[in-house]
């Protein structure tokens, strides 16, 4: 079982910078038996939770069209911890960021999809004020 609880988050002016961290315990993450994928998700009021970015065991990230090139995925796998690196904020950002994650193999890129993941944080908010 893993546990994860997001921080970081809080209210912001348009262009500016937050940086989320999604802190991960439980009886396998952060040993050398765990190694999985992680993402963070998005949920704006009225909207459906949209994947932001992913990044999997080898490393590599992906990310929405909608945040490429002003969000940064990143992971600290010694102390279990996932980061969200957000530059030029925009109001369209506004929403509650979940951290997510899976047990997955070496070689596996994961995706968008909410359903790919079964560890989630209680999520936090980020607002971006115009």
């Known amino acids: 079982q893993v546990q994860l609880v997001e921080s970081g988050g809080g209210s912001v002016q348009s262009g500016g910078s937050l940086r989320l961290s999604c802190e991960s315990s439980?009886?396998?993450?952060?040993?050398?038996?765990?190694?999985?994928?992680m993402a963070w998700f998005r949920q704006a009021p009225g909207q459906g939770r949209e994947g932001v970015a992913t990044i999997s065991r080898r490393g590599i990230t992906n990310y929405a069209d909608s945040v490429r090139g002003r969000f940064t995925i990143s992971q600290d796998n010694a102390k279990g911890t996932l980061f969200l690196q957000m530059n030029s904020l925009k109001a369209e950002d506004t929403a509650m960021y979940f951290c997510a994650a899976v047990a997955c193999v070496y070689h596996n890129t994961p995706g968008f999809s909410r359903d790919e993941y079964i560890y989630w944080g209680q999520g936090i908010q980020v607002t971006v004020t115009s």
């Open positions: 439980g009886s396998t993450y952060g040993s050398t038996a765990w190694r999985g994928c």
